[in-house]
Structures are given as structure tokens and as C-alpha cells.
């Protein structure tokens, strides 16, 4: 049975860091694409960052040049480092593969001064 468990949200203020960390079990880890989602209050769960098997990446474009996706194929994690936070980067962030299994539980990430 494939797990996700998101970990490292938090309270940060605006122009701030963090580290999101996804642990992945269950599955052969280094076959699969990764990616990391995120849900606003009232809005929809948004793609916001991938990384594929040969560890290439791409991100959404409001988070180009703040978040590095990255993915540790010996641990079986997915990192989401997100830098210059802001208050519209407020959501709940999940982790999944492609295609996408049963969602964690996420880690929440409020960006408020």
C-alpha cells in the first residue's frame, strides 16, 4: 500500500524559507515522476512542482525562481524548498506520483507577518 507523508509546514512570514519534506513507501520510489500540490482556502488543489525520474524539473509560474523541487531515489523523499514566501503561497501542500495514489494527510504552510 503506497504512503505519503508530507512533513516541515509551518508559520513564516512573508520573504521567508522553508522545507517541505514528502516520505514515499509502498512503491519502487525511482520509477515514478514526483510532484508536489498545494490547496488554497476555497480553491483548488494546483500543480505547483515536478521532478521526473532523470530529476528534471518544472514548476508552476507563479513559483518559477522561489521553489526547487528535488528527490532522493536512496531514501525514497521528495523535497520541496521554497524560498521568498508569500502570502498567496498559503495553502495546504501534498505530495503524489504520477499517476497520482491516495493523498496524505499534507503539511500546511501559512505566510503571514
Known amino acids: 500500500q503506497v504512503q505519503l507523508v508530507e512533513s516541515g509546514g509551518g508559520l513564516v512570514q512573508p520573504g521567508g524559507s522553508l522545507r517541505l519534506s514528502c516520505a514515499a513507501s509502498?512503491?519502487?520510489?525511482?520509477?515514478?515522476?514526483m510532484d508536489w500540490y498545494r490547496q488554497a482556502p476555497g480553491r483548488q488543489r494546483e500543480l505547483v512542482a515536478t521532478?521526473?525520474?532523470?530529476?528534471?524539473?518544472n514548476y508552476a509560474e507563479s513559483v518559477k525562481g522561489r521553489f526547487t523541487i528535488s528527490r532522493d531515489n536512496v531514501k525514497n523523499m521528495v523535497y520541496l524548498q521554497m524560498n521568498n514566501l508569500k502570502p498567496e503561497d498559503t495553502a495546504v501542500y501534498y505530495c503524489?506520483?504520477?499517476?497520482?495514489?491516495?493523498w496524505g494527510q499534507g503539511t500546511r504552510v501559512t505566510v503571514s507577518s
Open positions: 509502498g512503491m519502487i520510489f525511482s520509477m515514478y515522476t
Open positions: 503524489n506520483r504520477e499517476p497520482p495514489v491516495t
Open positions: 521532478v521526473t525520474l532523470a530529476g528534471n524539473t
